[in-house]
């Protein structure tokens, strides 16, 4: 099952590649306010992930988010994601819950950065996911130009793909393994 990915990063230096200090504060990624929005265009049909859920508890936040796609089924999906320190995990759908849940997106990146993670559903199979942070640039969709830094996600299950993300807009752009565009951002909408 294909889902609209995650979206999120806010607030990194795009200026150099030059490491974050140790000491730098934890920026948070994954935009926590009530009725923030995206909308995406996917080939003849416009997807639209909203926030709609936000519960902070003591082991971290809960965000709930619905995906909605125009013309292709499902009509309406929720997916929630556990956040700790602002680091991001896959938590559950609404037919499955993570065994394993995926490190999908850490609080603070920068270009060459690496991490690896492992994710399994309930009663599925296990598979392994590298992230590697390219270098920030322009990225033009039908929201706007945005400088983007892309997140390579090479998955033992499904191959890899490249999602571009803002600062303080998030996800902007998914593209294929060969370099076709998935998914680029038609509007944003911040959350109150």
């Known amino acids: 099952m294909r889902f609209v990915p995650l979206v999120a990063l806010v607030a990194v230096s795009f200026a ?4 974050v200090p140790k000491a730098a504060k934890k920026t948070d990624y994954f935009p926590l306010a009530l009725g923030t929005k995206w909308e995406y265009v996917e080939g003849d049909d416009v997807k639209t992930t909203e926030v709609v859920g ?9 965000v709930t988010l619905a ?9 309406t999906l929720r997916r929630v994601f556990k956040v700790v320190d602002g680091d991001v995990f896959s938590l559950k759908t609404e037919n499955s819950e993570a065994e394993k849940p995926a490190l999908i997106m850490k609080s603070v990146v920068r270009p060459d950065q690496t991490w690896n993670t492992e994710h399994q559903w309930k009663g599925g199979e296990l598979w392994t996911i590298k992230y ?3 270098a920030a640039k ?8 945005f400088t983007a830094l892309p997140v390579v996600s090479d998955n033992s299950r499904t191959g890899k793909e490249t999602r ?3 600062a303080g807009v998030g996800l902007v752009r998914k593209d294929a393994a060969d370099g076709a565009v ?9 959350g109150k």
């Open 67 to 75: 995906y909605k796609g125009e013309k292709t089924p499902p009509p």
């Open 54 to 62: 936000v519960d902070v508890q003591k082991d971290g936040t809960y």
């Open 138 to 145: 322009a990225i033009k969709t039908p929201a706007g130009e």
């Open 132 to 134: 590697k942070v390219g």
């Open 164 to 166: 571009w993300y803002a």
């Open 182 to 190: 998935l998914s680029e951002l038609k509007s944003f909408t911040p």
């Open 16 to 19: 150099s590649a030059a490491p």
